[in-house]
Nanobody, 119 residues
């Protein structure tokens, strides 16, 4: 099994910055990709950013403002969020697809961390 522990959420004023972190631990043989999704009240969960190897992709709404990065040695993914807007307010979820030591490939979700951007 794999555990994902997120940190870094909180309250920030519009225009401010936050950095989210997510650490994966457990019976990991390899991480295929790591990413962040978010879900605002009344909305569906949506992809924010994802990183696989050196390939990244971002939602159009965050391009140029958010940066995803990863420490492969530690299985940690970061999301640097700059120029935050009130519409970025949501619960942010870490997501990964891990190949376990059993060689099974399994997706995992973190419990989420709340980001609130005040206007």
């Amino acid at each position: 099994q794999v555990q994902l522990v997120e940190s870094g959420g909180g309250l920030v004023q519009a225009g401010g910055s936050l950095r989210l972190s997510c650490a994966a631990s457990g019976s990991i043989f390899r991480i295929n990709y790591m990413g962040w999704y978010r879900q605002a009240p009344g909305n569906q969960r949506e992809l924010v950013a994802q990183i696989s190897g050196t390939t990244t992709n971002y939602a159009d709404s965050v391009k140029g403002r958010f940066t995803i990065s990863r420490d492969n040695a530690k299985n940690v993914v970061y999301l640097q969020m700059n120029s935050l807007k009130p519409e970025d307010t949501a619960v942010y979820y870490c997501h990964t697809e891990a190949v376990l030591t059993s060689r099974a490939t399994v997706p995992y979700w973190g419990k989420g961390t709340l980001v609130t951007v005040s206007s």
